[in-house]
């Protein structure tokens, strides 16, 4: 039902998305080990995020009758300059995510595989989110780093941060 390409391509993006998680729960034990629990806690949900989206393209591809093939998984960066770094290295990440999404569903589209197109919606509703979010975090913490009251406000806004799967996942 689905080509080897589209697979393929697939394979490679549930790859992308568990590096995602390992990216973001390294950023997290950054700001964990600078005792920011609140920001570390939005990269915590982040790394979840990231492997529910994994295993979603794990049971479409599973759902079409494609071979899955765990990829390797590189070690993400442990070290960073500063929170400010973090928040670009994760939008630029996001940014990244968007286009292997956008080349699937060119690929999809070129093939008429209208099942993967339309599966991809999601996420690519959700990359607009996220790019969005990810913009906006930077913004806030070029605004608040040098303000250690700013950033403890920062810190609090994202300790309320809570993973909630997606009850189609």
């Given amino acids: 039902m689905i080509s080897e390409k589209i697979a393929t391509l697939i394979n490679e993006q549930i790859a992308h998305e568990q590096y995602a998680a390992q990216y973001y729960l390294s950023m997290s034990a950054w700001f964990s080990g600078k005792d920011l629990d609140g920001i570390a806690n939005y990269f915590r949900v982040q790394s979840k995020e990231e492997l529910m989206h994994a295993d979603k393209m794990f049971d479409f591809l599973n759902d079409v009758g494609g071979e899955i093939i765990i990829g390797e998984i590189a070690k993400p960066p442990h070290e960073f300059e500063n929170a400010t770094d973090i928040f670009e290295k994760a939008l630029e990440h996001e940014k990244k995510v968007t286009r292997s999404i956008f080349n699937i569903v060119k690929n999809a589209n070129d093939e008429g595989d209208f099942a993967t197109t339309s599966f991809l919606q999601w996420f690519i509703n959700e990359q607009v989110e996220e790019e969005a979010s990810a913009s906006q975090y930077v913004t806030?913490?070029?605004?608040?780093?040098?303000?250690?009251?700013?950033?403890?406000?920062?810190?609090?806004?994202?300790?309320?941060?809570?993973?909630?799967?997606?009850?189609?996942?």
């Fill in 140 to 169: 806030k913490i070029k605004m608040v780093c040098d303000n250690p009251s700013a950033l403890y406000l920062f810190d609090q806004e994202l300790s309320q941060r809570v993973f909630t799967p997606d009850p189609t996942a």
